[in-house]
């Protein structure tokens, strides 16, 4: 297997930037709906907020948490296909496969390091300088994504 070149990595991310939102828009639909349910139940009290979006994004408890909840969401989605599957749909649907040096699935720790340095995708732009097409992420993560051709 040889290394994923910029091309194939953009395609993927492309499509998992568009799984992810999905992923989002129904996490923040369950969040409305759990919110809505505990003020209609009398849990949390309305005051001045208009309606539940405004609550989730203008209540000083909720603005924290609301956003750290989506951003959870997305860290796990990415944590979980990696660590489980070593790919995403996206990274899938262009036949690549992320793995540790050792040719093993990623630890979480490798994953999160992964997350935490890929600039949101911005880290694949190494891949287009470096000598054996890795990138950013995968140097800090000691991570290789490889293309997998179509067995015949």
Wanted: hydrophobic share 50%; charged share 15%.
């Amino acid at each position: 297997m040889k290394e994923a070149g910029f091309f194939r990595r953009l395609g993927a991310w492309v499509y998992d930037v568009l799984v992810v939102t999905a992923v989002l828009i129904a996490a923040g639909a369950i969040a409305l709906g759990v919110v809505a349910l505990a003020l209609k139940i009398g849990l949390l009290n309305m005051g001045n907020y208009v309606d539940v979006s405004h609550y989730l994004n203008n209540h000083p408890v909720a603005a924290i948490l609301y956003p750290l909840y989506l951003f959870t969401v997305m860290v796990g989605f990415y944590a979980y296909f990696w660590c489980k599957a070593g790919q995403t749909l996206g990274m899938r649907a262009w036949r690549l496969h992320l793995q540790n040096e050792d040719g093993q699935r990623v630890s979480l720790t490798q994953a999160l390091v992964r997350m935490a340095t890929s600039a949101f995708g911005l880290g694949n732009v190494t891949v287009l300088i470096d000598s054996k097409n890795r990138s950013l992420q995968d140097h800090m993560a000691s991570t290789h994504v490889y293309f997998d051709p179509k067995v015949k």
